[in-house]
């Protein structure tokens, strides 16, 4: 029972110190004389305008620049090369060939069903007309997950095998997996310009991560006893590699490559901005021109496109885990010959007859209806009759009483005590070097001349948070009580975690327009999972005896839950809270793209009007806004982790 | 394989000899050797130094063909020092000799052929590999060093047979019990014909039937191959059902190393003779260990016994005639003489 005061001690503390905050808050604002506002606009460092320069600078010289000439050309026109290779291998094999094969290959891993599913989905890229671009996306994907795991793999082997390596890379990838996807566009349009391999260098760059961690969490699992073994018998450290730990860390190593594909999917459509094409730029186009239906298919197309790899991927790691143990060597080869054989006799009659396109007669779309459908709600559920019910009148009311006094306080509000609070904050969550670097940057999100832009993304993503505690708490405590609850929420949760982030703005649009609420309300969506499973699963794993013991005393439910599982569930609650306050963070910023306004939609301003310099401001303000409130949160959660000595 | 016969156990070529060998864990290695020499006990240097001291100044030699077992409790250093004797482990100081070669100063590459010709080991938790095959783990050694394919697998074939697991040659390791598992460490080890054999508690983690059945298994694989064997054990009726001699080990020390019965029979101090209180001492000690003295001219009837007899052989006939029993050496002569009341206070000590 030790543990227990220990951590509701921990527990009553915060409060405490967040009744200091709150007096010191108000202290500040009574004694801080009239007229401290926003960030004066007059201390911008004018840092945009810098960087425009040195691109202005970087383009007229780039034909004589060393680099340029032996190695971002020469690597960039190879990449384009296999891009367009790998595009015209597919484009050229007959649709139904494709259809089939992945049938034949999904039908094997997963059984009949899964194959039936997967050749279904086939037909949906080409059905719909949208073969090309599910080609264009599908060979960028592939070439950018191939280059991911041909970088990932050795630095991920390097990593494991030197310490000093590793300690080096941590952070640096600790910090790439808090960043919004968004930020990784910008300082690779400032090298490469638009075009599809900038798009596929930063795919790369973003998904690279995974594989990386978890080649060098596969290699350093390896047992010790393996690993003497094998030292034991003179193995060279070649062969150890070879021999020993690369083929114990196949089924962590692919793990790393289903991560990587699916956050490569995940910036489809964001890398569609900078030329990317495909599926994405359908996307992007659709939204554009307000034309939800076209959208919703091509979104659609990309969700399907990322669960089929996700499923496939994760037979991959099983197959993995397996050896390919358990299959006799014929009966495992001969299955692959006959299909292979029978897709190369289709694809040569294909060929030879002429017949390798969808026929246009038998093309499909569901964009009517559904524009139709859209249309409806619009003029429906936006408010019904003359009731203060429908979306539109609760976008009203979140913006009357949520974002918008939220903004304008944080932005028009004396800056010193935005910048204070959030130092205190930070020291109360994790102490004074936390304290410090909050302060230093928020600050020079200022300097940025990024002040109220900031403010109104982070208003947003607070509105977001805490709908998603307010929802997810509950349910996610819900679900700890009723198993039946628990199994169905589990899909959901599942495709809400595979559905690119992207694909939410569509049918959120849809209900509420454009504006900062739908990109709020999607950010919800998005972001809600972490925090009901990691709600559920910290309640689940209270310890049992802990809570037959509470009973024995004979507390309500109620009790049992505000006394005993909360406070104990606490510390994965809060790293529920900190994954969610994260994604919402990048879905706020990408919901500036449907009016979300704030640092999102500036950045695309940047990017699309190729202003570098203030997509480099946005960028980095976002960077320091995701890096703030990550510590933070994180700072938070490690104040309720009991002390070490508790935990044996 | 080596023949006892071929080596002349001279100190210049026992196969391992080690000389006040220390392994310190830790920075601070020169504090916490100097308060190990100051008899500080382990916690305390921990505390204090941050250090452990996982052996200290460990002085012993193996001879040919002999099975050297070294027995302590957990945490007293025995893994430590049997990784030091191949090198997985660098030793702080002191000096290990196998073969006559200075094992600290070995380069590399000798390092790395003395383990592909010279030593191999058996593991507690079998280290077999999980993503190959028996024969692939067996194979391994071979494999590393260069063997064809088809060489390979006939002498893993070979091993298989050798350790009774016909027929699971193609099996995942996963797939086999725990005794079958470290059949598989064991015929692995024994696939690249080493000449010492290194044993980190290979049996503790089988049942005590099946333990027992490997036990007589390696006694009897010692009767036809001869190679030195170092065995790593915690359970002291193992050490002596297998031990030719025995090193007990406390606290990363060596208290004492004798054979089976010189333990039993004198133990060095608190420590061993706690072990030995539940030995069955009358199928440990012999004749030649508990006999009295004798003068020429004495008289003494019956039938005599030798040395070497074990007493639960004898006991009956003690007990039954109730008189002195005379033992005689290996040429026939007497040498000594079983007084009842002698052997009853080293059967009953305490
Ligand atoms: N790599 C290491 N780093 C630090 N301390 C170690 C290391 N390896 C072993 N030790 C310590 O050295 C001491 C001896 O450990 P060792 O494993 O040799 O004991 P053991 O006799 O084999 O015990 P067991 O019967 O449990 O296997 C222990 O206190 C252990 O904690
Ligand atoms: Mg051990």
Partial sequence: ?648 | MADSEEHSNSPSDRPILASGVWKVFGKRVADAMAMARDKVDQSEILAKSGCVVAVQDATFEVNWGEIFVVMGLSGSGKSTLIRCLSRLVDATAGRIVINGQDLGEMPELELRELRRHTISMVFQNYGLFPHRRVIDNVAFGLEVRGATKEDRYQKAEEMIELVGLDGWASNYPEQLSGGMKQRVGLARALAVDPEILLFDEPFSALDPLIRRDMQDELLGLQERLRCTMVFITHDFSEALKLGDRIAIMRSGAIVQVGTPEEIVAHPADDYVRDFTIDVPRHKVLSAGTVMAGVSPDMVLEGEPVAVSARLDAILPRLLTEGRPVPVVDERGERCGVLEPAVVSRYLWRQ
């Avoid at chain 1, 999904?106 to 037909?123: V, Y």
């Avoid at chain 1, 566009?185 to 075009?195: R, T």
Wanted: hydrophobic letters at 55%; charged letters at 15%.
């Fill in chain 1, 1 to 648: 029972m030790t543990s227990l005061t220990v951590r509701s001690a921990g527990w009553r503390r915060p409060m405490a110190y967040l009744g200091g905050a709150v007096l010191l808050l108000g202290g500040l604002i009574v004694l801080l004389p009239e007229g401290i506002g926003a960030f004066p606009p007059e201390w911008d460092i004018g840092f945009g305008p810098a960087v425009n320069e040195v691109q202005q600078w970087w383009i007229s010289n780039r034909r004589d620049l060393g680099v340029y000439l032996f190695f971002f050309d020469p690597l960039s026109d190879s990449i384009d090369w296999l891009l367009r290779a790998f595009e015209n291998l597919l484009m050229a094999i007959p649709w139904y060939v494709h259809v089939a094969g992945v049938g034949v290959v999904f039908g094997r891993w997963l059984g009949r069903a899964g194959g039936l599913a997967a050749g279904a989905g086939m037909l949906y890229f080409v059905a719909l007309g949208l073969w090309e671009q599910s080609v264009q996306t599908f060979s960028l994907m592939t070439v950018a997950v191939a280059l991911a795991v041909a970088i990932g793999v050795p630095v991920g082997i390097l990593a494991a095998r030197s310490d000093w390596v590793f300690r080096g890379l941590r952070p640096v990838l600790d910090s790439m997996q808090t960043l919004p996807a968004f930020v990784y566009l910008i300082p690779v349009l400032l090298f490469f310009g638009v075009a599809r391999v900038p798009s596929l260098i930063a795919t790369v760059i973003y998904a690279l991560p995974p594989v990386i961690r978890l080649t060098n969490l596969g290699i350093r699992q390896v047992p010790t006893e393996s690993l003497e073994a094998g030292l034991m018998f003179g193995s060279t450290s070649g062969q150890l590699l070879r021999k020993v730990q690369l083929p114990q860390a196949v089924p962590s190593i692919l793990a790393g490559v289903n991560q990587t594909i699916m956050m490569a999917l995940s910036i489809v459509v964001i890398a569609a901005m900078i030329g990317a094409g495909g599926l994405g730029q359908e996307v992007l186009l659709a939204l554009r021109h307000q034309e939800v239906g076209r959208a919703v298919e091509a979104g659609m197309a990309i969700v399907l496109m990322a669960v089929m790899l996700d499923r496939f991927s994760h037979s991959l790691v099983g197959q993995g885990r397996m050896g390919g143990a358990h299959h006799t060597e014929g009966l495992r080869y001969r299955y692959w010959w006959v299909a292979g054989g029978v897709l190369a006799a289709l694809a040569i009659a294909g060929w030879t007859i002429g017949w390798t396109d969808y026929p246009t007669a038998l093309q499909f779309s569901y964009a009517a209806p559904i524009d139709g459908a859209v249309d409806w709600a619009r003029d429906n559920l936006y408010q019904l009759g003359n009731l203060p019910v429908g979306t539109g009148p609760f976008s009203d009311f979140l913006t009357t009483y949520g974002t918008r006094p939220m903004r304008l306080y944080l932005s028009e509000e004396a800056w010193p005590v935005v910048v204070l609070f959030f130092g205190f904050v930070a020291w109360w969550a994790s102490g004074k070097k936390l304290l410090l670097g909050s302060v230093v940057g928020t600050v020079v999100i200022g300097l940025l001349g990024m002040w109220t832009l900031t403010m109104d993304t982070l208003s947003q993503t607070v509105v977001a948070v805490l709908m998603a505690i307010v929802i997810g708490l509950p349910l996610g405590v819900a679900a700890s009580r009723r198993d039946w609850l628990e199994r169905g929420m589990r899909p959901v949760l599942d495709t809400l975690q595979t559905i690119p982030s992207f694909c939410f703005l569509v049918p959120v649009v849809i209900l509420f327009n454009v504006g900062r609420i739908p990109g709020i309300i999607a950010s919800v969506l998005y972001a809600i999972p972490p925090v009901i499973r990691l709600t559920n699963l910290g309640i689940r794993s209270v310890d049992s005896e802990i809570v037959e013991a509470s009973e024995s005393f004979g507390v309500t439910r109620r009790q049992k839950l505000w006394k005993i599982q909360l406070p104990l569930a606490m510390p994965t609650v809060l790293a529920g809270i900190n994954q969610t306050v994260m994604l919402v963070l990048a879905m706020v910023v990408i919901a500036g793209l449907v009016g979300g306004a704030g640092l999102g939609l500036e950045a695309v301003k940047g990017l699309a009007r190729s202003d570098t310099g203030l997509g480099f401001e946005a960028g980095a303000s976002i960077v320091i806004l995701a890096m703030i409130l990550d510590r933070i949160t994180q700072g938070w959660a490690a104040r309720f982790q009991p002390p070490s000595s508790d935990r044996g």
